[in-house]
């Protein structure tokens, strides 16, 4: 589709099975869309002589098919991305004339033919390894001008120095210092210019082959293969590239029917979703401008509230109570007021800081954020409202007004949460580390899709000295400073034991061996009859006894003690994809089944 008059964005879903893609000379502005991260079969892509800004996405980590990549005429911005290290397949490389910057280190392992990185601001040094190119071009950049890089590249750098020192002569012959320097520099590039012309035409085989062969035994985490009940073997095992994912097929019109399952970066299958334009459109514009949440005077507040009533409670968290605020004309907005407390110990600009970061963010499967309100020593965070309450609420405080939430409903919840995190971990920059994963933060919609609240607030629960999320907290957050992004993954895997048992994360009532759920139940995921044992009695057994195996198959992935071990969301995003495809689940006829048969009390 190259050299036509196309403008705008890039859509934002492509087809995933794209080997070869040209969009060049069109006008297409906006960022590179994230989908292309999930092309694993991409050949070959040309996005040059478009308008596209903003900062590279981390997203090249499966594209070790990838062996030309032209992103040159631009105006993208930022550093190259560390996942360009796994472009092992790469040989052809331009994005001259961008406004990149940083330095391209990242590029030194890469098996390149061509290099062009022209006319950015890039710095530091150009890495030795990249000096053998047959055609490198990196005029117009802000290159450092010592003598030698710093380290690394270690020895490399530190003979090139010795013999610049032999070469300035002997018994101080300091008035002609200039003179050798640039007589010695003429001498290198010659050598150099010969040697790289010998290398060319006699190329070491024996190491090149060696070398392309290691880039391809890259690792791939587990959750990349089929998922199969020796979890821990197959965790240890490389497998080759033509073995990833070649079996997987999207079915999109089942995936168009629910928005949970909808929006696919970073690293997921395709699958489209209702809201899938939307976002796109509100993610990009983001990048271009950004979103300032709205300011809700406190006496409105108050009014909303009843004066932050007990009976406008809706709950309470470890960092302060939700509320539920109803307006004149209809409107409802549930309003986070954060203990006071929490402030003490740091800086008051720390709120407006935190507003600023979680107002950009924007998803189908997250609660967003509406505005807030910082007054006379109030700070609050002002949410949409959902009726339907929380997921805790659904499956742990069940009433005359609910039924029981189907099997495929549950799986759409672990989908479309799954995809809330997949965001915050690997399409924000920085990521969030939640911290606070748990089935009371999972709002459901009208239609009972999940909507993930309580993001972007770790630095308040980082001053909390209880450990948080009682029976969702993995082995190593003893504090919460403990936390990281796989530490989300154990929460996570968590919440898809309840949906998976009907069971509380923690429950007293229950003998001791039983009282926390992941501990009872991680050992009995992969036998059958204890499964069958352990599904929750609401279900009443109707659910496809396949899809439970693989749903728990998912579960013991995430639930695994050592965080090293736990894939990434992205991973456990397209296991879940694949859970659907396989199990034929149209999500969205079972609705009527599960959502809320009054709501009269709003």
């Known amino acids: ?34 989908s292309i991260s999930q092309m694993t079969d991409l ?5 040059g002589h478009n308008k596209l800004n903003g900062q590279l996405s981390d997203m090249f980590q499966k594209l070790t098919k990838l062996k030309s990549l032209d992103l040159s005429y631009n105006s993208l911005t930022g550093n190259l991305p560390q996942s360009f290290a796994s472009l092992s397949s790469l040989s052809e490389l331009r994005l001259q004339n961008n406004q990149l910057t940083g330095p391209i280190n990242v590029l030194a392992g890469l098996p390149l033919d061509t290099l062009n990185v022209e006319n950015n601001d890039f710095s530091g040094w150009v890495p030795d390894e990249l000096e053998g190119i047959a055609n490198i071009d990196t005029g117009g950049n802000s290159w450092s001008s010592g003598s030698a890089p710093p380290p690394p590249p270690g020895a490399k750098a530190i003979t090139a120095k010795r013999k610049n020192q032999d070469k300035g002569g002997k018994g101080g012959m300091s008035g002609l210092s200039i003179g050798l320097i640039v007589l010695a520099s003429v001498v290198v590039v010659v050598l150099l210019i010969t040697l790289f012309s010998t290398r060319k035409s006699t190329p070491p085989s024996h190491f090149l082959d060696e070398e392309r062969a290691s880039h391809r035994r890259a690792f791939t985490p587990l959750a990349s293969q089929e998922l199969t009940n020796d979890y821990h073997g197959a965790m240890r095992k490389e497998f080759r590239e033509s073995e990833s994912f070649d079996s997987i097929k999207i079915d999109v019109k089942t995936m168009q029917k629910s928005p949970s399952i909808g929006y696919n970066p970073p690293h997921s299958d395709f699958s489209q979703s209702l809201n899938d334009n939307e976002f796109a459109s509100r993610l990009n514009s983001r990048r271009s401008s950004s979103f300032h949440a709205v300011s809700y005077p406190l006496a409105d507040l108050q009014t909303a509230t009843g004066n932050f009533a007990m009976g406008r409670l809706l709950g309470e968290g470890t960092i302060g109570r939700v509320y539920r605020a109803k307006y004149p004309d209809g409107k409802v907005l549930a ?13 008051q600009e720390d709120f407006t800081d935190i507003v600023a970061s979680i107002s950009k963010v924007h998803h189908p499967n997250i609660a967003e954020l509406v505005g807030s309100c910082s007054e006379l020593g109030h700070n609050m965070l002002i949410y949409e409202y959902f009726r339907n309450g929380s997921l805790h609420d659904f499956l742990h405080m069940s009433d005359d007004y609910s039924k029981p939430l189907t099997w495929n409903t549950r799986v759409r919840i672990a989908l479309g949460t799954a995809r809330a995190v997949e965001y915050l971990h690997e399409v924000c920059s920085p990521s969030f580390v939640h911290k606070n994963i748990k089935s009371s933060n999972i ?38 400073s403990g936390y990281t992004l796989k530490s989300d993954i154990y929460s996570f895997g968590v919440v898809m034991l309840e949906l998976l048992t009907g069971r509380m994360p923690f429950d007293t009532s229950k003998p001791r061996s039983e009282q926390c759920l992941a501990r009872w139940a991680t050992p009995q995921l992969h036998d059958i009859d204890a499964l069958a044992k352990m599904v929750d009695p609401a279900l009443r057994g109707l659910y496809p006894t396949k899809s439970l195996s693989r749903f728990a198959d998912i579960i013991a992935l995430c639930v695994q003690s050592e965080p090293e071990f736990r894939p990434p969301m992205s991973e456990v995003v397209q296991a879940l994809v694949r859970l659907v495809q396989r199990s034929s689940m149209n999500l969205r006829d079972d609705l009527t089944a599960s959502r809320r048969t009054d709501d009269s009390e709003y």
């Open 1 to 34: 589709m190259s050299k036509n008059n196309l403008k705008n964005d890039i859509p934002y879903q492509l087809p995933p099975n794209i080997v070869h893609l040209d969009l060049s000379n069109n006008g297409f502005s906006g960022n590179v869309p994230y």
């Open 43 to 47: 050949n070959y892509v040309d996005l």
């Open 335 to 347: 309003v986070k007021k954060i203990d006071s407390s929490l402030f003490q110990s740091g800086r």
């Open 443 to 480: 709002l459901l919609d009208l239609e009972l899709n999940p909507r993930l609240s309580d993001y972007g607030l770790a630095n308040f629960h980082n001053r909390l000295s209880q450990n948080l999320g009682v029976g969702y907290s993995a082995p190593e957050c003893t504090i919460p």
